[in-house]
């Protein structure tokens, strides 16, 4: 590939970008997806089938590089059984308010107790840019 891998995270519309503040700020340290959309690339800025070890660039919706982290570990778990690092990595109060949200943003997929999310956790490397 000759360059890092990329992710952009996803906001509420084109201008939010408070997830990749999240993660600057050291509140997001876990991101989740279900294991079909985890293994595909989504775009120039998304590489998908991130690995334990991988140092990732981190984009916002604007496509500017806002930092990079470095992949610690990489699970699969049950959307009924949601670990507490997952749900508090992910900076949500619960693990009902994860698969709350996470509903919410997934429409198109029906979500049950053992449908499969992989989660990435992964610590913040450098700080690239904190504008909004």
């Known amino acids: 590939m000759g360059r890092r891998k990329r992710l952009t995270f996803w906001g509420a519309d ?16 876990v991101t989740a997806d279900t294991v079909e959309d985890y293994y595909k690339p989504y775009g120039e800025y998304g590489d ?19 930092c990079l982290i470095r992949a610690n570990n990489v699970f699969t778990i049950r959307f009924g059984d949601i670990p507490e690092e997952v749900w508090r990595g992910e900076g949500f109060a619960s693990a009902r308010e994860f698969q709350d949200v ?9 979500l049950h107790d053992d449908f499969l999310f992989v989660t990435l956790h992964f610590q913040l490397v450098k700080v690239m840019s904190h504008e909004l």
Do not use: F, M
């Not at 084109?14 to 340290?29: F, H, N, P, Q, Y």
């Not at 334990?52 to 500017?64: H, M, N, P, S, W």
């Open 14 to 29: 084109e201008d939010d970008d408070s997830l990749a503040r999240a993660v600057i700020a050291g509140l997001k340290t």
């Open 102 to 110: 996470h509903t919410r943003c997934l429409p198109q997929y029906e």
């Open 48 to 66: 998908g089938s991130y690995a334990t070890g991988d140092v990732i660039e981190v984009y916002d919706l604007k496509q500017r590089l806002r």
